[in-house]
């Protein structure tokens, strides 16, 4: 008999491998044209311009520069929201054209995750849906939240395999009258901040030389299809998703590693809604605290609405408790806009989050009170009838 861990080792050194030929998965790419070469579905393609990057096993992914329509997350709107407006902000800094729809539904996968109430098709429905509605505005979806996304990828994989549901959905959305639809790519919105990168870099304003930083991987980004991430042999020889790593380094930051990069931010879905101390204490003794045991860094920087909230507000509670905590958690649509120049109040939001930042901001050279001040009065600005629909620019005026 093989021994187990002879196993485990095989399939790492086949995991990781950027050589497609030594793929051990079906490219996507290959079985979705194919669909719709059967006319199973219409294949959404990504428009030009495009940034080319390499997934796990080495197949190139295509990015969209622009023509982006945004899939927000009911999360962010609700806990987070300056992790949206960085991400709009940073298109409207590079000139980009990008659409946020008001026609856009929850992707209901904390339904799909959290309580299993929901069905196949009801999900695939929904799903292709929202990528019927991107087609049909003529931009190309960018997922916000990496639940939606690790969901969306899991539900592309079911249609493909699946013909019964497959027809299931198209009778579904036969009666919205729209047709099954599928983007070429399932893009998530911390793909396009890492192909935006060097753009982003070029466009920096506030010093990252000396910022120590380390990163949460978001589980559902590289966990769920996990041949869909993207890997690069600079990020770490290719042995770890090159997200967040590679923009941080493109920004000045000195990216820091520890021991529990792989562990879940503490979230987990069902555990946030049944055990609710467990994902607390778990975010704070087995990511926040052995971040700062081994790293010392001076930020957390992550990419999902759940890893944020997290693994900022767990710490609240773990203070009263005496844990090593205070450090500062942020998405990289964050900082990424703070190294642009953005206000971290009008912008940011980071008033929303648990975990004191203003020592952070300090340190990048914003001050902070003077920054709050600004953000009241343009609040006082917003509170006038005749402005209810002025934007933060605008109240800047």
């Given at each position: 008999m093989i021994p187990h861990s002879a196993v485990l080792n095989k399939a790492k050194d086949r995991r990781f491998t950027q050589d497609p030929d030594l793929a051990p998965t079906?490219?996507?790419?290959?079985?979705?044209?194919?669909?719709?070469?059967?006319?199973?579905?219409?294949?959404?393609?990504?428009?030009?311009?495009?940034?080319?990057?390499?997934?796990?096993?080495?197949?190139?992914?295509k990015i969209p520069v622009e023509k982006t329509w945004h899939h927000k997350s009911c999360g962010q709107c609700g806990h987070i929201p300056g992790y949206s407006t960085a991400v709009f902000w940073i298109n409207r800094q590079l000139g980009l054209d990008y659409h946020d729809p008001s026609d856009q539904t929850s992707c209901t996968a904390w339904n799909y995750y959290a309580s299993a109430t929901s069905n196949a098709p009801a999900q695939a429905a929904v799903a292709m849906r929202n990528f019927a509605a991107a087609q049909e505005s003529g931009y190309f979806?960018?997922?916000?939240?990496?639940?939606?996304?690790?969901?969306?990828?899991?539900?592309?994989?079911?249609?493909?395999?699946?013909?019964?549901?497959?027809?299931?959905?198209?009778?579904?959305?036969?009666?919205?009258?729209?047709?099954?639809?599928?983007?070429?790519?399932?893009?998530?919105?911390?793909?396009?901040?890492?192909?935006?990168?060097?753009?982003?870099?070029?466009?920096?304003?506030?010093?990252?030389?000396?910022?120590?930083?380390?990163?949460?991987?978001?589980?559902?980004?590289?966990?769920?299809?996990?041949?869909?991430?993207?890997?690069?042999?600079?990020?770490?020889?290719?042995?770890?998703?090159?997200?967040?790593?590679?923009m941080l380094q493109a920004l000045g930051c000195d990216v820091r590693d520890y021991s529990t990069w792989y562990d879940c931010c503490g979230f987990g879905f069902r555990h946030i809604l049944v055990s609710r101390d467990f994902s607390r204490s778990f975010a704070v003794q087995r990511k926040i605290e052995v971040m700062k045991e081994e790293a010392d860094p001076h930020v957390l920087v992550t990419h999902d609405t759940g890893c944020v909230t997290t693994l900022d507000q767990s710490q609240f509670a773990a203070r009263a408790h005496g844990k090593n905590v205070g450090l500062p958690v942020m998405s990289d649509s964050q900082i990424a806009a703070l190294a642009m120049g953005a206000h971290p109040y009008k912008?940011?939001?980071?008033?929303?989050?648990?975990?004191?930042?203003?020592?952070?901001?300090?340190?990048?050279?914003?001050?902070?009170?003077?920054?709050?001040?600004?953000?009241?009065?343009?609040?006082?600005?917003?509170?006038?009838?005749?402005?209810?629909y002025m934007t933060w620019e605008d109240a800047d005026a």
């Open positions: 079906e490219d996507y790419h290959d079985v979705v044209d194919q669909l719709e070469k059967e006319g199973e579905w219409e294949v959404h393609r990504v428009p030009e311009p495009y940034v080319e990057v390499k997934t796990m096993y080495g197949r190139v992914k979806p960018i997922i916000h939240c990496g639940t939606s996304f690790g969901h969306y990828k899991e539900t592309r994989q079911q249609l493909i395999h699946s013909p019964e549901l497959r027809r299931q959905t198209r009778d579904i959305l036969a009666k919205l009258g729209k047709k099954l639809v599928i983007p070429e790519e399932i893009v998530h919105y911390s793909e396009w901040v890492h192909a935006m990168r060097d753009r982003i870099a070029d466009r920096q304003v506030r010093d990252m030389s000396h910022v120590r930083a380390t990163i949460h991987p978001a589980c559902h980004y590289h966990k769920l299809v996990g041949e869909d991430a993207i890997y690069a042999p600079e990020i770490y020889g290719a042995q770890r998703t090159a997200i967040i790593t590679g912008v940011l939001q980071l008033h929303w989050h648990s975990t004191d930042s203003r020592p952070f901001l300090e340190m990048v050279g914003v001050d902070h009170q003077k920054a709050w001040g600004e953000f009241e009065a343009a609040v006082e600005k917003l509170k006038d009838d005749e402005n209810m």
